[in-house]
Each structure stands twice: as C-alpha cells, then as structure tokens.
C-alpha cells in the first residue's frame, strides 16, 4: 500500500511543482536591458519616423549601440521589444504573427542579431484579449503564444495586463508561466499582474506572485519627467513594508523603466532615479535613444560602482529609514557581510524640485550603521574614498533640487575586504576595483566595435 501510494503522489508532487511555480532559476540578480516603451512607445508611422518607429531597424540599431558604447560590458544585456510589433490578426493557426511592414524579416532572425551580440532578446504580450495598444492579447493563446516564443528563441516575455477580468489574473499569469516553463527554453517572465491591481491591495499577494514571476511591474506607468520619477519612489516608499521582504533574488518589484537621457531629465535627476533604483536592486531597463544620448546620461548609466550594489548578490531592496518633507534616506545591506558585521549602501534624495538644503548632516548610528569597528565610505558618484567612518560620526552634505548622494559603507574587520574601497578611475567615468578585477578599457570599447563591424548578421 505504502509502495502504492508513493508510486501515485510522486507524479502528484511532480505535477504540483512543475504547475505551482516558475522555478526557472533565471534573474538571480536584478535584469538590465533597453525596452522601447517610454522613448517610442507605439510609433508605427516609419514613413514619417524613419528612425524612431517601432520597427526591426530600431531594435537593431539599438543593440549595436548597447555595444558600440560598452554598456554590454557593464551589465546591459537586453533588448526588449514592447508594444505595438504584431499583426492585427493572428494567421489561420491562431499563431502571432510579427508586422510584416515594419518586421520584414520575423522575430528568429531579430532574436539571432541580439544573439550574434551576446544579448538577449525580449518580447511583449498582454493576457488579455487585445494588448493596452489594440494588438491581438495571449489570452486562450498562452501555450500557442509561449510555444511561438521559444520557436523565436525569445528570451525574456513581458506579459501586460489590459483588457482582461483582474480576477482571472490568478489563473492566467501562472497559466502563462507553466507554458513558458514547458517549452524547455529558459524564458525570464516578467508580470504586470500588480500593476492591475493597485486599488486592490487585498488582491495583491506578493508571495504568489513572486513563485510565478521572476519580476512584476506593480505602479504606474513612467514618463520622462520629475514628476513621474517622484510619483514611483513616493508609491514605493509608502508600501515598502510588502515590497522588501518578497524581494529578492528571482523575483524583483519593477518601478519601471529608466528615463535617463530623455528630454526633461536633468543630470541631478538622472542620477537619482539611478541612485534609489540601484538602492533597491531594481532592474534596470533604459527606454532611451542610445544614439543621441548626452555624455553625462552615458556616465551615469554605466556607473560601475551604482551598478555593483544593484547587483550585489544578496538582492536586498534598500529601506527608506529617514523622512523629512523633502529628504528622504535610504539604506540597503550588501556584501560583503559575516554574521553580525555588516555592510550598506545609503542613500540621501532631495524630492523637492526648486529647493536646494546645504549642509545637511547624517551620522552613521543614525540610520542604523552601529558597527564599532566603523565602515570604509565611499562616494559612489565622486569615485572617492571618505576613510574610515565610526558610527558616530558626520556626514554632511549639500543636496541641490531633485540631487541625491549615494555611498557604500564596508564594514571594518571582515578580513580580505578592506582593499575593495581601493579603485581607479578610468576615463572620468570608469572605475576598477582592484579587488574585483574588472577591466575596462578603450581598447576593449574598439575591439567591440570591430566585432561589430564584421559580425552583422545578413538579413
Ligand atoms: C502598459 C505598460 C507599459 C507598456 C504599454 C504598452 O501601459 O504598463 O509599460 O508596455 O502598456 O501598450
């Protein structure tokens, strides 16, 4: 009987895991990449927009440009298509079908350029039945549409949620899941389910979603502006208590895209929506035009140093542990750490758009930093060392309007750690960790370039 018994819930247990969760082991740290929405959201007039419409062209010259300018080497592995790449009417199959205007040569061939590149290729669909722009959605589609991915050799699926009953959003994000799971490609899936349901926290449980989803938009929409900026990280702090603990490595909230580049965003406000995204380990997906970008916007995006503590590998989000009408601090844990000796990144944000705050003061103890050991600072955007800092020391600083300072703070005492605050810079913008051996150099930048030059693949 016993033997019986273990014979039957074995396939059960099978079944039940291979249906109850994404598992996928993929997005171990936070994703980066480059997503068309918010720089060209839904421009299918190429005639008009040679350059800027939602076509093959786009995705291409973008993911040339990722590596033309290094931005491969520091992390930005991506190009994600959004809305607004299909034909209006699925074939006589039922199977999407990619515009044959503006995507002449189909999706397989798109994916082999990013491929041929070392990125990796995603996609958009929505669950329900059309997609927010109108296009034919996945939903009584999922397995047809997860199968036509894999055959595209798709990498990452952005699965949206217009058009469809929230209630069956717990049925068809996982449905949709299981599909990807089936087709046996390593498919990163990224929900908007939340996103839908931002009237209905009660309807929000993060720990479902994060067994389905390896990460999930659950805001509004970015723009590039401000006050779109301001309006996630506000959202962000006021729920921060549901976000940190079902974060982490695998599953990641997504505040959206990063609008660093784009008309409206200055450098200081560049540099803060860099700051808290990598304070919390978001993903860091640009919607810019990588062609036309300013020098600073570049520097900004490629700060190693802002980067590694994004991925560091421990995936904590960042706290907020300071409020003031305008100032807002934030601390996140990072490696290294042993037991009780542990190190943090913090950061200071200045919210307020007009005022500027001179010689504000931060002691170490007060946000939570008590080693007495103290910590090694260092000033993530400066590239400079502060020394060691004991817990009841000072900080002080000036925060113009919309500025924001960043720092990392390895604990004293962990042995072989210390020579991590060691780094050079390089190029103004660079830097190499002695101790983490990464290099950089113009060099590799042209060497890239020639790959380039000589890999294009012949549509
Ligand atoms: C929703 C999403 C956006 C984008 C558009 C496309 O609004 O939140 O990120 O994908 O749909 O229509």
Same mark, same amino acid.
């Given at each position: ?6 014979h ?11 249906t %109850?969760?994404?598992?996928n ?5 936070p /994703?980066?990449g480059w997503?068309s929405? $918010?720089?060209?959201?839904c421009? $299918?007039?190429c005639?008009?927009?040679p350059?800027g ?5 786009l ?12 931005y491969n080497l ?5 190009v994600?298509?959004?809305d607004?790449w299909?034909e209006?009417e699925?074939?006589?199959?039922g199977v999407?079908v ?8 189909g999706?397989?061939?798109?994916a082999?350029y ?8 995603g ?8 997609t927010?722009?109108g296009?034919?959605?996945s939903?009584?589609?999922e ?5 036509t ?10 699965l949206d949620?217009?058009?469809?009953d ?11 899941g ?6 046996g490609?390593?498919i990163?899936?990224s929900?908007s389910?939340?996103a839908?349901?931002?009237n ?10 994060g067994?389905?989803c390896n ?7 970015i723009?590039?502006?401000w006050?779109s900026? =301001?309006?996630i990280?506000?959202?962000y ?6 976000h940190i /603990? ?5 599953k990641?909230?997504? /505040? ?8 409206g965003?200055t ?7 860099? %700051?808290i995204?990598?304070?919390w ?9 990588l062609r ?12 190693q ?6 991925q ?5 989000m960042?706290?907020?542990?300071k409020n $003031?009408?305008d ?7 990072i $490696?290294?750490?042993?037991g009780?000796k542990k ?21 170490l ?11 090694y =600072? ?10 060691l ?17 960043f ?7 962990? /042995?072989?750690?210390?020579q ?9 913008s660079?830097?190499v960790?002695?101790?983490?051996? =990464? ?15 000589t890999?294009?693949?012949?549509f």
């Amino acid at each position: 009987m016993r033997l019986l018994l273990g014979h039957l819930l074995l396939p059960l247990l099978l079944l039940i895991s291979s249906t %109850t969760c994404l598992d996928n082991g993929l997005a171990r740290t936070p /994703p980066m990449g480059w997503m068309s929405w $918010t720089a060209f959201y839904c421009e $299918t007039d190429c005639a008009k927009h040679p350059d800027g419409c939602i076509n093959e062209d786009l995705y291409k010259a973008m993911a040339d440009q990722i590596v033309i300018d290094g931005y491969n080497l520091v992390g930005y592995k991506s190009v994600h298509i959004d809305d607004c790449w299909s034909e209006m009417e699925r074939d006589v199959n039922g199977v999407l079908v990619a515009n044959k205007t503006r995507f002449p040569s189909g999706m397989k061939k798109l994916a082999k350029y990013m491929h041929r590149l070392g990125l990796k290729f995603g996609i958009y669909e929505d669950y329900g039945t059309k997609t927010c722009a109108g296009y034919p959605g996945s939903y009584k589609h999922e397995k047809v549409d997860a199968e036509t991915f894999a055959a595209w050799d798709v990498d990452y699926l952005k699965l949206d949620g217009c058009n469809i009953d929230e209630d069956l959003m717990p049925i068809g994000y996982p449905l949709m899941g299981k599909e990807l799971n089936a087709t046996g490609r390593p498919i990163m899936y990224s929900c908007s389910w939340p996103a839908y349901l931002i009237n209905h926290p009660e309807k929000v449980d993060y720990n479902v979603i994060g067994k389905h989803c390896n990460t999930w938009r659950n805001f509004d929409d970015i723009n590039s502006s401000w006050k779109s900026i =301001v309006s996630i990280i506000s959202y962000y702090d006021k729920n921060q208590d549901k976000h940190i /603990p079902t974060h982490g490595p695998g599953k990641w909230h997504d /505040p959206d895209m990063l609008v660093i580049g784009n008309k409206g965003i200055t450098d200081a406000m560049a540099i803060s929506q860099f %700051t808290i995204w990598c304070i919390w380990s978001a993903p860091l997906i640009m919607s810019n035009d990588l062609r036309i970008i300013s020098e600073n916007s570049k520097v900004i995006l490629q700060n190693q140093e802002a980067i590694l503590i994004n991925q560091d590998p421990l995936g904590v989000m960042g706290r907020l542990v300071k409020n $003031t009408t305008d100032i807002a601090t934030y601390v996140k844990q990072i $490696t290294p750490s042993r037991g009780n000796k542990k190190s943090f990144a913090f950061a200071l944000l200045n919210r307020n758009e007009a005022k500027s705050y001179r010689k504000v003061e931060i002691s170490l103890s007060a946000i939570g930093l008590t080693d007495p050991a103290g910590y090694y =600072v260092h000033d993530v955007w400066a590239h400079a060392d502060l020394g060691l800092v004991r817990p009841g020391d000072s900080i002080i600083v000036d925060l113009e309007p919309t500025a924001s300072v960043f720092f990392r703070a390895d604990v004293a005492g962990i /042995p072989g750690h210390a020579q991590r605050r060691r780094i050079y810079p390089l190029n103004n913008s660079r830097v190499v960790y002695e101790f983490e051996k =990464v290099q950089l150099s113009t060099l590799k930048k042209l060497e890239f370039a020639d790959f380039l030059r000589t890999n294009r693949v012949p549509f």
